[in-house]
């Protein structure tokens, strides 16, 4: 029986508020504090280092996740994806979470940390890179490793751990206090509740989406080793294909296509197999640049190049701006002309689509999927409909398929959103994302003593478009406390540019905030 079946939970599926003697009539462990953030990832860690940073108290703030690290489930994607600790990721120097302030960034630590090495050459270009990109350099990216370095450094820094509970979220409700409770379950299944004033709710994407074709072959066959998603653990294609060469049909062309791409060439290159091959199977051609006044976004073999998923001046320029600013029906569009489906603009993946083509390992098809079938071979039979001809079909004979389309974003998905919005009747944006207000709060779940904040891609759609970012998650923290420090009574402390600076120099040294 589910925990949420119990009888004594049926409050927590019913009502929607609850009297606290009602909670400790439960006579569960209960944890209180005056904030609290549910997800425990990287979206929670960021929330938790500003609130230390503005003199919150580590007594005062609770955090209930999974994950013991609060990178760990983004550092597992990125292994997935093929984005070891020595690959570099798609962000700049100065979208740091674990510095607020973001200087110095990755990009001027990595090149101090040359030098100190003896390496003063590739120093050197490093800052040559930093001065001089995205004009005559391409953009400079830290590697992968370098952040989660960071981010355990920043977690001593703050105490984490001392907040940090295991806990498999459930349910929220409020309290006929003005408070939340949450019931979590602990890692051997037994019930826990936490009460805040301010909660913060940064549970990041569902999880894995796969292409309703491969779904459906997937139930069909229970085959799970042949059709992949490309954040799913899948090294076992890699080794195949260094044993006994082979055929990949890649779905996507986003940066883990660019990725999942470049690992299969080094694959090829490793081994000296001239027999592993790429089908990229694309559903419409893409040969144009696209533009948005001064931002554009150039097309290369049909791959579309721009250093971020956002032109950078939706992070912090004028497209941000604009972006708050417009009507919250015309956001997405916005959305689409801005973003869309990238690549960045580096030129080890553009130089691997040019030999690829050009040697014929790699090559690219047009179409819609009509079925895809296992043979008596122990090969994948992919028919598709042809992009210029509906009457004519492609067939391709394939080892494995990786689907490279990305997360799951689907509020419903996930059993704590759908309960949420289902029981608060909470409205959803164009994008069916949660309604928040420029300062990422959950209006429809206010109460005279509390409030309800929400980061990440649960808010695409809401005042800032690049939310999954580093740089999103950092700004969804601030304008959320901006909120927060309107409600005096929780000590809040005023963020001014003396105590801006203090806290920078005791960040700088490791000391505690």
Same mark, same amino acid.
């Given at each position: 029986?589910?925990?949420?079946?119990?009888?004594?939970?049926?409050?927590?599926?019913?009502?929607?508020?609850?009297?606290?003697?009602?909670?400790?009539?439960?006579?569960?462990?209960?944890?209180?504090?005056?904030?609290?953030?549910?997800?425990?990832?990287?979206?929670?860690?960021?929330?938790?280092?500003?609130?230390?940073?503005?003199?919150?108290?580590?007594?005062?703030?609770?955090?209930?996740?999974?994950?013991?690290?609060?990178?760990?489930?983004?550092?597992?994607?990125?292994?997935?994806?093929?984005?070891?600790?020595?690959?570099?990721?798609?962000?700049?120097?100065?979208?740091?979470?674990?510095?607020?302030?973001?200087?110095?960034?990755?990009?001027?630590?990595?090149?101090?940390?040359?030098?100190?090495?003896?390496?003063?050459?590739?120093?050197?270009?490093?800052?040559?890179?930093?001065?001089?990109?995205?004009?005559?350099?391409?953009?400079?990216?830290?590697?992968?490793?370098?952040?989660?370095?960071?981010?355990?450094?920043?977690?001593?820094?703050?105490?984490?751990?001392?907040?940090?509970?295991?806990?498999?979220?459930?349910?929220?409700?409020?309290?006929?206090?003005?408070?939340?409770?949450?019931?979590?379950?602990?890692?051997?299944?037994?019930?826990?509740?936490?009460?805040?004033?301010?909660?913060?709710?940064?549970?990041?994407?569902?999880?894995?989406?796969?292409?309703?074709?491969?779904?459906?072959?997937?139930?069909?066959?229970?085959?799970?080793?042949?059709?992949?998603?490309?954040?799913?653990?899948?090294?076992?294609?890699?080794?195949?294909?260094?044993?006994?060469?082979?055929?990949?049909?890649?779905?996507?062309?986003?940066?883990?296509?660019?990725?999942?791409?470049?690992?299969?060439?080094?694959?090829?290159?490793?081994?000296?197999?001239?027999?592993?091959?790429?089908?990229?199977?694309?559903?419409?051609?893409?040969?144009?640049?696209?533009?948005?006044?001064?931002?554009?976004?150039?097309?290369?073999?049909?791959?579309?190049?721009?250093?971020?998923?956002?032109?950078?001046?939706?992070?912090?320029?004028?497209?941000?701006?604009?972006?708050?600013?417009? !009507?919250? &029906?015309?956001?997405?569009? =916005?959305?689409?002309?801005?973003?869309?489906?990238?690549? *960045?603009? $580096? /030129?080890?993946?553009?130089?691997?689509?040019?030999?690829?083509?050009?040697?014929?390992?790699?090559?690219?098809?047009?179409?819609?999927?009509?079925?895809?079938?296992?043979?008596?071979?122990?090969?994948?039979?992919?028919?598709?409909?042809?992009?210029?001809?509906?009457?004519?079909?492609?067939?391709?004979?394939?080892?494995?398929?990786?689907?490279?389309?990305?997360?799951?974003?689907?509020?419903?998905?996930?059993?704590?959103?759908?309960?949420?919005?289902?029981?608060?009747?909470?409205?959803?944006?164009?994008?069916?994302?949660?309604?928040?207000?420029?300062?990422?709060?959950?209006?429809?779940?206010?109460?005279?003593?509390?409030?309800?904040?929400?980061?990440?891609?649960?808010?695409?759609?809401?005042?800032?478009? !690049?939310? &999954?970012?580093?740089?999103? =998650?950092?700004?969804?923290?601030?304008?959320?406390?901006? *909120?927060? $420090? /309107?409600?005096?009574?929780?000590?809040?402390?005023?963020?001014?540019?003396?105590?801006?600076?203090?806290?920078?120099?005791?960040?700088?040294?490791?000391?505690?905030?």
């Amino acid at each position: 029986m589910r925990l949420l079946d119990l009888p004594e939970f049926a409050p927590f599926l019913t009502a929607q508020t609850i009297s606290e003697n009602y909670i400790q009539s439960l006579n569960l462990p209960l944890i209180e504090r005056s904030f609290l953030t549910l997800g425990g990832g990287l979206g929670s860690f960021v929330w938790v280092d500003y609130l230390r940073i503005h003199g919150i108290d580590v007594a005062d703030i609770g955090v209930v996740g999974m994950h013991e690290k609060p990178y760990q489930r983004y550092q597992t994607l990125c292994k997935n994806s093929q984005i070891p600790g020595h690959e570099r990721l798609r962000s700049d120097s100065g979208s740091s979470p674990d510095n607020i302030w973001g200087w110095p960034g990755y990009g001027l630590r990595e090149a101090v940390g040359l030098a100190k090495d003896g390496h003063l050459r590739s120093a050197s270009k490093t800052m040559w890179q930093l001065f001089t990109e995205p004009v005559f350099t391409q953009t400079y990216a830290p590697k992968s490793e370098t952040v989660y370095r960071a981010l355990d450094s920043e977690m001593a820094r703050i105490d984490w751990e001392a907040m940090w509970r295991y806990g498999r979220i459930r349910s929220l409700r409020q309290t006929d206090a003005g408070r939340y409770v949450v019931l979590y379950e602990d890692r051997y299944g037994n019930a826990r509740l936490a009460c805040a004033n301010v909660v913060h709710i940064a549970l990041g994407y569902p999880g894995s989406r796969v292409l309703p074709d491969l779904q459906d072959y997937r139930q069909t066959t229970m085959d799970l080793r042949k059709a992949v998603n490309a954040y799913e653990q899948h090294n076992h294609v890699y080794e195949f294909l260094a044993e006994h060469g082979g055929t990949v049909i890649l779905r996507g062309r986003g940066i883990v296509a660019s990725r999942i791409l470049q690992r299969i060439a080094e694959v090829r290159t490793e081994t000296g197999r001239d027999d592993i091959r790429i089908v990229h199977l694309m559903r419409t051609k893409r040969d144009e640049t696209t533009r948005y006044r001064f931002a554009k976004r150039t097309n290369e073999h049909n791959w579309q190049l721009q250093p971020f998923n956002f032109p950078k001046s939706a992070f912090s320029g004028n497209l941000r701006r604009k972006f708050e600013n417009t !009507p919250a &029906d015309q956001r997405k569009a =916005l959305i689409g002309i801005w973003g869309g489906t990238t690549t *960045s603009d $580096r /030129k080890d993946w553009r130089r691997l689509v040019k030999n690829g083509l050009s040697q014929g390992w790699y090559t690219i098809a047009f179409g819609n999927v009509r079925d895809l079938k296992p043979m008596q071979s122990g090969k994948l039979r992919f028919t598709v409909d042809a992009l210029e001809d509906a009457q004519e079909t492609l067939t391709f004979v394939t080892d494995f398929v990786i689907d490279c389309t990305g997360l799951n974003s689907k509020l419903e998905t996930n059993p704590f959103f759908s309960d949420l919005i289902t029981q608060y009747q909470l409205p959803k944006n164009d994008l069916d994302n949660l309604v928040v207000s420029n300062e990422f709060e959950v209006e429809g779940l206010r109460t005279p003593n509390g409030k309800v904040f929400a980061c990440g891609v649960a808010t695409l759609g809401g005042p800032f478009a !690049p939310v &999954d970012s580093f740089l999103g =998650l950092q700004y969804a923290a601030f304008r959320s406390l901006q *909120s927060v $420090r /309107k409600m005096r009574a929780l000590g809040l402390k005023r963020f001014s540019m003396l105590r801006s600076f203090q806290q920078w120099t005791r960040w700088a040294r490791g000391l505690t905030p």
